[in-house]
């Protein structure tokens, strides 16, 4: 299993890390996991394309995670011609998101098929509201969901896979509770948005502030890696955003609570497990 960091961005706009967005490639089964700003370009960097997934797993409805959900759907849509459903999994009320997206869509989907005879209806979508505790498969990838804690964003749900015995857990922003624990437990991988609480806290900044309540800090992150017996600590969604520089820093810090291995890196940083 191939996981690419497609997106290690945050809402803070940056020119070289694109919004939350992770893919995992299992076999022949591409599954993203978020489709934040840039997903599609990232997509195609990490030799992947929206008409090649097995499905899409939102872990929440925050903007940075779904705001290039519209481009996975139009460019899934127009290169299959429609023929094949895009599956989207994500907490209650996903469907409803992605219905009030194909109504903003709806003037461009008229024109392509007003334009291409080859191109005779919408988007072909499966929307699935999940609920905690959910299992479910893409193709040969069993895939198993938790409650995460992101309040005041709720539902929020984080996801493990297993393809061939291998597992990687990706549980989007939430602070350590027991849901990530049961999605962590033993894995392969731990994929988790991380934010240096540390150093947020010194940033006279309101709005920064209130991040500091939801998210997990890089000290929440590696002691829920060690505590759930992950392999790997997988760091996304650094806020703020570090250099390279910074990078062996970060990988310290954690290292103070985990003594398994720490990935950090720019955007299309691969684990394999
Ligand atoms: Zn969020
Ligand atoms: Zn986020």
């Not at 922003?173 to 962590?184: A, R």
């Not at 505590?227 to 996304?236: D, E, I, M």
Request: include cysteine; aromatic fraction near 4%; glycine fraction near 10%.
């Amino acid at each position: 299993m191939d996981i690419v960091l497609t997106g290690t961005g945050s809402p803070i706009p940056d020119p070289n890390r694109a919004g939350p967005s992770t893919l995992v490639k299992a076999g022949d089964t591409h599954i993203l996991v978020d489709a934040g700003r840039g997903v599609v370009m990232r997509m195609a960097g990490a030799g992947s394309m929206p008409m090649f997934l097995g499905g899409v797993l939102i872990t929440h409805l925050h903007s940075d995670h779904v705001c290039a959900l519209n481009d996975v759907i139009t460019t899934h849509w127009v290169m299959t011609q429609g023929n094949v459903p895009l599956k989207i999994f994500g907490p209650v009320g996903t469907a409803r998101f992605v219905e009030r997206q194909m109504h903003a869509l709806e003037p461009d989907v008229g024109y392509r098929i007003a334009h291409h005879d080859q191109l005779t209806r919408g988007p072909n979508l499966e929307v699935t509201d999940l609920s905690p505790g959910d299992r479910f498969e893409i193709n040969d990838v069993a895939i198993t969901t938790a409650a995460t804690v992101h309040a005041p964003v709720e539902p929020t749900i984080g996801y493990r896979l297993e393809h061939e015995g291998s597992t990687a857990a990706l549980v989007g922003d939430t602070i350590p509770c027991p849901g990530v624990d049961e999605l962590v437990a033993g894995v392969d991988a731990y994929v988790q948005t991380t934010i240096r609480d540390d150093i947020v806290k010194l940033i006279p900044n309101e709005m920064l502030q209130d991040i500091l309540d939801y998210h997990s800090g890089l000290g929440d992150a590696a002691q829920t890696a060690a505590r759930a017996g992950a392999k790997r600590l997988v760091l996304t969604h650094m806020v703020p955003a570090p250099q390279p520089e910074q990078y062996p820093e970060w990988v310290a810090m954690a290292a103070e609570h985990f003594d398994g291995e720490v990935v950090i890196g720019d955007d299309l940083t691969t684990v394999t497990i």
